[in-house]
């Protein structure tokens, strides 16, 4: 029997691992080498995408200043608003034209018209007609636009355009004088100009556009000076006077990374998960075709043992019908012999009745004999006719290696005993079994004899070997008797429990031992077991442990079960 703490690995679970692991190896050193080059081309577009977006939306600041900035100077050269808002004064048409039209088609939230003598003539401020002075609401740096857009030529305006803050909320405005057609006289002379002014408001829509059409995220206005946090940039927006109002700030654009976010959570989860989905299935069928390997082993093992104890069964109830058969004729042969040699005994008989008479002496002799033979042989047959208790097996097999040891001493083999301290309790007749024991350790000792006095330069320690040990997790008493001498022989080993098979030389052996043995083992619900462990012979009996070593009484005095 091969040593059963280090298991070797089976076939399947080598070619497994050398099957996976340069597998396994390989994958991981692919992946591994594509997410560093992915992870690094995904951090230059992050560094480029963040480097060009800051001219990107400063860009988009100039052009919508421009625009502001076209659109108060296209007004302020056309003849219809000249006409109503210098020559004469037309509220319902500045209201329907600079005022509404302007909120409602670009979205210009301030817009009014201021008279040379600096008063508002019209004022439109978020949709609601107002009076207030222009002045007032966008304070005196409005006054520097005023002055810029005046003192450009009437044949060449150019409007003036800068930030405001006010009440917390950013506009941009831009300023342009009114240009006449014909100018004459007071009309040449700048400062008494009228002018237009359009402000726009920075916020939500204008923003989100903004935003939306460069691909920025968060992009929002600060007053103070923005945080120096790698992932926010900025631009300053400059007022009238050449001073920074406030900054517009945005998140860094990573289109690397973000390209990579459901690349990383879903393309990396799901490869690892085919993988290892692969490896498991891979893993299942080997176990499962391993399984199935032992199942068949485990089969035929069975099959094997099963052949052999009904072919055992067949022997035992052929035993018992011998038994029966013989025990008839051996008595009344017995008897006769008995009679006769009473008889001879009373008569005067000569030389030659004494002959007769040590003859019968003889024939009664050797009935007696064939009936010691037929008496073993029922015990063979499971002829049960003792009486059973539960008793402690391990004190069983204590005393027969008691019994025994001088005798093993004297012919220098060792005797090895290891007992189940305290041992569960087995049910049969404590004396058949000490029988067994007997046996077996009588032949490991013959077997180990004949190995020390067969090799010629020995290399045998001559030991033999008996355990005993409880498993209560199976309810099993084990007991195991293993030698090393020359084990037994492939063709003998299915013969050894057949009653009368013996490979000693004749008068040394009956050919019983084992075949009484078995008989005793199966009539207590056992099993025995004969097989060679490389070293020697190993035979296990297995009884079923009817009760567990720490019943109250049980170790010491057996239990009558009958
Ligand atoms: P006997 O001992 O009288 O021959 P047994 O029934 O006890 O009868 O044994 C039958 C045979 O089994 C033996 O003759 C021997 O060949 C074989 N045998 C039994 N025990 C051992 C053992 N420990 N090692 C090798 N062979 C054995």
Redesign the pocket.
Known sequence: MSDPEVPPRSFEARVFWRLVTPFVIAVLVIAGSAAIVVNLSARSQDRLAAESSQPLVRALLSGFERDLDRLVYDNSWWDLAVENLVEDLNKEWADNNIGTYAAETFDISESFVLTPSDTTKIAYVQGVPSLEDARSYFGPDLDLLVQQSRAASMFEPVPASGYFLRDGMLHLVSVSALTLENPIGADTERHVRHVLVYGQQLSGALLDEISSGFGVDDLGIVFDTPPSVPSLLSTSLIGPGGAVVAWLTWKAPRPGSDLLAPLRVWRVVALIGVLALSLLFVHQVLRTARRVADHDRQLAEKDHQLAQSSKLALLGEMAAGVVHELNQPLNIIRMATEQTRMKFRAMDVGPDGQKVSSQLEIIAGQTERMAETIQSMRIFSRDDYGRKIAFDPARSVAQATEWLRPEFDERGISLDVRLAEPCGRVFGEPSRFEQVVI?LLI??R??VQRGLDDSVSSDRAGIVRISVSDDPAREMVTIEVR?D????SPA?IDR?FEPF????EPGS???????ISYGIVTGMNGTLLAENTGE??E?RIELPRIMPADVAGASAAPIDLE
């Open positions: 046996n032949n490991a013959d077997a030698d001498g020359p084990g037994i003998h050894v098979f013996t490979t000693k052996g009956t050919g019983l031992g084992l075949s020697g012979a035979f």
